[in-house]
């Protein structure tokens, strides 16, 4: 009995034995390991590098991440921003966080140009509206309405309601554009081609579609109203270069004839000695003085003299002879007495 209760009491000492052996030893062991990796100063200096690429790798991690998120945002800008920042750590980064960066970069830059072609449209789609140009108006905005996945709800919201703003002013002014567009017909079938060409630009700018009801059975529309315009606008400019070209050729024609026909004689102006000869009146000549006959002798009576034409140039010479041959008759006369 006794030496039974002795063999159990000696295996209850080997078990604790054994079990306070093992604990010493993960103990001793646990030291010699921890007391190894603070003695050994190579091993932590190869460590450094590779915490320090780690802590980069994961910066990126995170800069791509707010990336991802800003481009689910439509923030462009502020998402190229943040792969600026995350392409400074190339050297650090794996395969995957560069392939993941490049993606972004071009979702970025695809947005970034979406959103800037976006805004042009809307612009030019405000001044066609102003201009009441409603069919250029909603082209601009339905082009800028295609892009709206790259775009704000915000701002896709506003494209909406510039879009129903244009189909309430169609409706509004379409019974204004189809009064335009029968005058436009009327001016056109009377030939003023130039107002009623004026007049359809008017009907096709403003984007409303006529029907065949409001046209009153016309199918020609705007458009082809339109090309008939130009097409008798250039008929008219060919025939009048062509009436040109005719009168120039007759023109030209004309020219050698004129040079051939003499011309004609002028007549020379009269000397002016003639004209004042011919102008002033004939002198009279004096009347010859008669002296008193002798009573033996009777005077002889003068012979008649013919009458002769003289030349206008002698009238002034005739006079003088007869006062010069009445002066000696006076001398003797007065001897006598």
């Known amino acids: 009995m ?11 000492s080997r078990s604790w034995a054994s079990a306070w052996s093992g604990v010493v030893g993960v103990v001793l062991t646990g030291a010699v390991l921890l007391s190894g990796c603070a003695s050994s100063g190579p091993a932590g200096s190869a460590a450094g590098p590779v915490t320090e690429q780690g802590a980069q790798r994961s910066k990126a ?8 998120v800003e481009l689910k945002r439509h923030m462009y800008q502020a998402a190229q921003a943040e792969l600026d920042r995350c392409a400074k750590l190339d050297g650090s980064l794996t395969s995957s966080q560069k392939k993941r960066l490049a993606k972004y970069r071009e979702e970025a830059e695809a947005g970034i140009g979406a959103q800037r072609t976006a805004q042009e449209a809307i612009t030019q789609g405000d001044g066609h509206l102003q201009a009441g ?5 909603a082209k601009q905005f339905d082009n800028a309405y295609a892009l709206r996945d790259h775009l704000p709800k915000t701002t896709v919201a506003r494209i909406r309601d510039k879009q129903q703003a244009v189909k309430t002013r169609k409706s509004a002014g379409k019974k204004r554009i189809v009064q335009l567009f029968r005058q436009s017909r009327e001016q056109y079938r009377q030939g003023s081609l130039d107002d009623a060409e004026a007049g359809f630009k008017q009907v ?14 016309d199918l020609t529309t ?48 009269a000397a002016e000695a ?13 009347p010859v003085a008669t002296v008193a006959a002798e009573p033996s002798k009777p005077a002889e009576s003068a012979p008649a003299k ?9 009238l002034a010479s005739a ?16 001897g006598i007495r």
């Open 2 to 12: 006794q030496h039974t209760n002795y063999m159990k009491t000696m295996r209850i």
């Open 61 to 68: 991690d995170q800069l791509l991440l707010i990336a991802s």
């Open 133 to 137: 140009e409603l069919g250029a108006a």
């Open 204 to 217: 096709d700018a403003s984007g409303i579609k006529l029907s065949l009801a409001d046209r009153r059975g």
């Open 222 to 269: 705007p458009t082809g109203y339109l090309k008939k315009i130009g097409a008798a606008k250039a008929k008219q400019q060919a025939q009048e270069a062509a009436s040109a070209r005719e009168a120039a050729v007759a023109a030209a024609s004309e020219a050698p004839k004129k040079k051939a026909e003499p011309a004609p004689a002028v007549a020379e102006p």
């Open 274 to 286: 003639d004209v004042a000869s011919a102008a002033a009146p004939a002198e009279k000549p004096e």
């Open 306 to 314: 013919k009458q002769e034409k003289v030349s206008k140039d002698d």
């Open 319 to 334: 006079a003088a002879p007869s006062a010069a041959a009445c002066w000696p008759a006076r001398v003797v006369t007065t």
